[in-house]
Protein backbone atom coordinates (compact mmCIF):
# COMPACT_ATOMS: atom_id res chain seq x y z
CA UNK A 1 0.00 0.00 0.00
CA UNK A 2 1.47 3.22 -0.87
CA UNK A 3 0.98 6.07 1.30
CA UNK A 4 2.44 9.75 0.98
CA UNK A 5 2.51 11.92 3.97
CA UNK A 6 3.33 15.51 4.08
CA UNK A 7 4.17 17.81 7.18
CA UNK A 8 5.99 21.05 7.64
CA UNK A 9 2.80 23.21 7.32
CA UNK A 10 1.57 25.92 9.45
CA UNK A 11 0.75 29.71 9.78
CA UNK A 12 3.63 32.01 9.07
CA UNK A 13 3.96 35.94 8.09
CA UNK A 14 4.82 36.89 4.72
CA UNK A 15 8.34 36.57 3.81
CA UNK A 16 8.98 33.77 6.38
CA UNK A 17 9.74 30.74 5.19
CA UNK A 18 8.94 26.72 5.72
CA UNK A 19 9.68 23.55 5.20
CA UNK A 20 7.51 21.10 3.65
CA UNK A 21 8.46 16.96 3.74
CA UNK A 22 6.50 14.15 2.31
CA UNK A 23 7.64 10.98 3.37
CA UNK A 24 6.97 7.82 0.89
CA UNK A 25 6.35 4.28 1.44
CA UNK A 26 5.01 1.44 -0.45
CA UNK A 27 6.72 2.13 -3.22
CA UNK A 28 10.03 2.19 -5.15
CA UNK A 29 10.72 5.79 -4.42
CA UNK A 30 13.79 6.65 -6.62
CA UNK A 31 12.04 5.28 -9.17
CA UNK A 32 9.07 8.38 -9.56
CA UNK A 33 8.67 12.03 -10.09
CA UNK A 34 7.61 13.76 -7.13
CA UNK A 35 4.93 16.87 -7.26
CA UNK A 36 4.07 19.25 -5.18
CA UNK A 37 0.52 20.83 -5.94
CA UNK A 38 -1.44 23.25 -4.21
CA UNK A 39 -5.16 24.00 -3.59
CA UNK A 40 -6.20 27.95 -2.51
CA UNK A 41 -9.82 27.95 -1.29
CA UNK A 42 -12.53 28.26 -3.77
CA UNK A 43 -9.88 27.34 -6.48
CA UNK A 44 -8.75 24.11 -8.49
CA UNK A 45 -5.80 22.29 -7.20
CA UNK A 46 -2.76 23.74 -9.28
CA UNK A 47 0.89 22.56 -10.12
CA UNK A 48 3.76 23.78 -7.89
CA UNK A 49 6.65 21.91 -8.76
CA UNK A 50 8.15 18.76 -9.67
CA UNK A 51 11.42 16.86 -9.19
CA UNK A 52 12.99 13.49 -11.32
CA UNK A 53 13.40 10.38 -9.79
CA UNK A 54 16.99 8.59 -9.85
CA UNK A 55 19.21 11.64 -9.70
CA UNK A 56 16.61 14.29 -8.74
CA UNK A 57 18.75 16.28 -11.05
CA UNK A 58 15.88 17.82 -12.94
CA UNK A 59 13.10 20.21 -11.25
CA UNK A 60 10.18 22.17 -13.01
CA UNK A 61 8.22 25.23 -11.61
CA UNK A 62 5.28 26.77 -11.81
CA UNK A 63 6.22 30.50 -12.79
CA UNK A 64 4.13 31.63 -9.38
CA UNK A 65 6.99 29.58 -7.16
CA UNK A 66 9.99 30.03 -9.16
CA UNK A 67 12.84 31.92 -7.90
CA UNK A 68 11.60 31.44 -4.39
CA UNK A 69 10.28 27.39 -3.79
CA UNK A 70 13.24 24.83 -4.03
CA UNK A 71 12.33 21.41 -4.52
CA UNK A 72 14.36 18.59 -3.89
CA UNK A 73 14.77 14.67 -2.48
CA UNK A 74 16.46 11.76 -0.71
CA UNK A 75 15.85 9.04 -2.22
CA UNK A 76 18.12 7.26 1.16
CA UNK A 77 14.95 8.82 3.41
CA UNK A 78 12.02 8.43 1.11
CA UNK A 79 11.35 12.24 1.43
CA UNK A 80 10.70 15.35 -1.29
CA UNK A 81 11.01 18.88 0.54
CA UNK A 82 10.01 21.98 -1.01
CA UNK A 83 11.71 24.78 0.63
CA UNK A 84 8.56 28.19 0.34
CA UNK A 85 11.32 31.44 0.72
CA UNK A 86 9.87 34.41 0.83
CA UNK A 87 6.10 33.68 0.92
CA UNK A 88 3.22 35.84 0.11
CA UNK A 89 -0.02 35.75 1.52
CA UNK A 90 -1.39 34.47 -2.01
CA UNK A 91 0.65 31.02 -1.53
CA UNK A 92 -1.90 30.15 1.38
CA UNK A 93 -3.04 26.92 0.35
CA UNK A 94 -3.51 23.03 1.52
CA UNK A 95 -0.43 21.80 0.13
CA UNK A 96 -0.47 17.87 -1.36
CA UNK A 97 2.72 15.49 -2.51
CA UNK A 98 2.37 13.36 -5.42
CA UNK A 99 3.88 10.52 -7.37
CA UNK A 100 4.13 9.70 -10.94
CA UNK A 101 6.34 7.79 -12.94
CA UNK A 102 7.47 10.08 -15.60
CA UNK A 103 7.60 13.51 -15.95
CA UNK A 104 4.23 15.96 -15.92
CA UNK A 105 2.54 18.50 -14.39
CA UNK A 106 -0.86 17.13 -15.12
CA UNK A 107 -2.47 16.69 -11.68
CA UNK A 108 -4.23 13.64 -13.68
CA UNK A 109 -0.75 11.52 -14.77
CA UNK A 110 -0.18 11.27 -10.78
CA UNK A 111 -0.74 8.30 -8.88
CA UNK A 112 -0.39 8.66 -5.55
CA UNK A 113 -0.98 11.94 -2.93
CA UNK A 114 -0.45 12.61 -0.09
CA UNK A 115 -3.26 13.96 2.24
CA UNK A 116 -2.22 17.58 2.18
CA UNK A 117 -0.91 20.53 4.74
CA UNK A 118 -2.11 23.77 5.55
CA UNK A 119 -0.06 26.42 5.24
CA UNK A 120 -1.29 29.71 5.73
CA UNK A 121 0.85 33.50 5.41
CA UNK A 122 -0.89 36.37 7.05
CA UNK A 123 0.18 40.05 5.57
Known sequence: Q??????????????DSL???????GLTFSGYYMGWFRQAPG???????TISGWSGSTGDYADSVKGRFTVSR???KNTVYLQMNSL???????????????????ESAYAYW????QVTVSS
Open 2 to 15: VQLVESGGGLVQAG
Open 19 to 25: RLSCVAS
Open 43 to 49: KERAFVA
Open 74 to 76: DNA
Open 88 to 106: KPEDTAVYYCAAVRSFSRS
Open 114 to 117: GQGT
